[in-house]
């Protein structure tokens, strides 16, 4: 599981954050202040750090070369809206990104993937049985040929290849076509999606290898998968 380093002193923003981070499949550290976080860094690593610039007793940018010079780990800089110096400082410094207060979910975990993706500390390729995707062109093939899928279809087998050891919950699934397509989703459409997903890239979509039915629960992934 991937460890992130939440550095962010408004405690009700951190809350939501981690709620968030958490039901993405990430383990999230979180620190309140510029000395915190700096005696957390001694002593656990991290995967990517989200550090607000406005801290109590300092400020992020003296957080972001701690990071850099103890674990050297990607940085998302959490900025005010409309701090375009602090913007500016933070990319200069080397910082891979940066966010706006207050940011939409979805967004905030795109970029994360990209800056994961990026680093080499998140999957860029994924295979299983016949299932190959190549996540960093978005192209999947089964058998060696072309799938296309739709926005939604794409979106769903996300979830399963960034979470390849845990059940993933209707409810679950339900939040993420939701949010992808900008309207209600119900449960009776989310088994149409999944049915429609296991028709192009299974073998046998009525024996399923690939998501797997847990039932009274959700899907998980199959067995065997072979991220890179």
């Not at 991290?46 to 300092?58: K, N, Q, R, T």
């Not at 979470?163 to 919950?169: C, L, V, W, Y």
Request: charged share 25%.
């Amino acid at each position: 599981m991937r460890q992130i380093f939440l550095v962010e002193d408004d405690k009700e923003i951190a809350k939501n954050l981690i709620r968030l981070l958490h039901s993405e499949g990430f383990h999230v550290i979180h620190a309140l202040t510029q000395s915190d976080a700096i005696a957390m860094l001694a002593d656990q690593k991290f995967d990517l750090a989200l550090v607000d610039i406005s801290l109590p007793d300092g400020n992020g940018f003296s957080v972001y070369t701690e990071i850099n010079q103890m674990q050297g780990i990607p940085v998302i800089f959490l900025t005010a809206s409309g701090d375009e110096a602090s913007v500016v400082t933070g990319l200069n410094m080397g910082a891979d990104d940066y966010i706006t207060k207050p940011f939409r979910p979805r967004e905030l975990i795109a970029r994360m993937e990209r800056v994961l993706r990026k680093s080499g500390n998140l999957v860029s390729d994924f295979k299983l049985g016949g299932l190959h995707v190549d996540l960093a062109s978005g192209i999947v093939r089964k058998n060696g040929e072309e799938v296309f899928l739709s926005a939604l279809e794409y979106r769903l087998l996300l979830v399963f290849i960034h979470q390849p050891g845990s059940i993933i919950t209707r409810d679950r699934l339900l939040n993420e076509l939701w949010d992808a397509a900008g309207e209600f989703v119900n449960d009776n459409t989310l088994t149409v999606y999944i049915k429609r997903l296991r028709e192009k890239i299974e073998d046998n979509p009525a024996n399923p290898e690939i998501i797997l039915t847990v039932r009274g629960t959700g899907y998980r992934l199959g067995d065997g998968h072979v991220p890179e």
